[in-house]
């Protein structure tokens, strides 16, 4: 009997294939969106997954302004910051912030459902988000992802 078949394979930044995927984020959800991309960049939907390990693909998420937002969200959901100083809290509304910048709108929820650690800041930098359609991924010719065929 072999015993090696038996041993669990881990994977590091060595043996990881990444890919660049291209996601259309026109008229879709912002939490879904968001999901999909999270685990796009984190490599749960790959068969040797480790969880300590950057093993996700590279995502380009394009028409981050076309996004959608249910119920009354477009005006009740605060985007919060604070300068530091004392009384420096400052909020925008989702529709002021898509207005300022669309892609921050997408970035924000995105990172939100990445890892709080240095792992997690590592992988948001393989997300690229664009407002429109054109995008400055075309060298890297990224596989287009149809997140509405995937459930």
């Given at each position: 009997m072999d015993t090696l078949?038996?041993?669990?394979?881990?994977?590091?930044?060595?043996?990881?294939?990444?890919?660049?995927?291209?996601?259309?984020?026109?008229?879709?959800?912002?939490?879904?969106?968001?999901?999909?991309?999270?685990?796009?960049?984190?490599?749960?939907?790959?068969?040797?997954?480790?969880?300590?390990?950057?093993?996700?693909?590279?995502?380009?998420?394009?028409?981050?302004?076309?996004?959608?937002?249910?119920?009354?969200?477009?005006?009740?959901?605060?985007?919060?910051?604070?300068?530091?100083?004392?009384?420096?809290?400052?909020?925008?509304?989702?529709?002021?912030?898509?207005?300022?910048?669309?892609?921050?709108?997408v970035e924000k929820a995105?990172?939100?459902?990445?890892?709080?650690?240095?792992?997690?800041?590592?992988?948001?930098?393989?997300?690229?988000?664009?407002?429109?359609?054109n995008h400055g991924q075309?060298?890297?010719?990224?596989?287009?992802?149809?997140?509405?065929?995937?459930?």
């Open positions: 078949s038996y041993k669990t394979v881990s994977a590091n930044k060595n043996t990881v294939s990444k890919e660049w995927l291209l996601v259309d984020a026109d008229g879709q959800a912002l939490g879904r969106l968001a999901s999909e991309v999270a685990k796009l960049l984190r490599g749960k939907h790959k068969p040797n997954f480790t969880p300590h390990v950057d093993c996700g693909d590279n995502v380009v998420v394009t028409n981050a302004a076309k996004i959608s937002l249910s119920g009354k969200k477009w005006e009740s959901k605060a985007y919060i910051r604070h300068t530091g100083y004392p009384g420096g809290q400052r909020s925008l509304s989702a529709k002021e912030l898509l207005a300022k910048d669309p892609s921050r709108i995105v990172k939100g459902m990445l890892p709080k650690n240095k792992l997690g800041a590592e992988l948001f930098r393989n997300l690229k988000v664009y407002a429109g359609e075309e060298a890297q010719k990224p596989k287009v992802i149809n997140l509405n065929n995937d459930k």
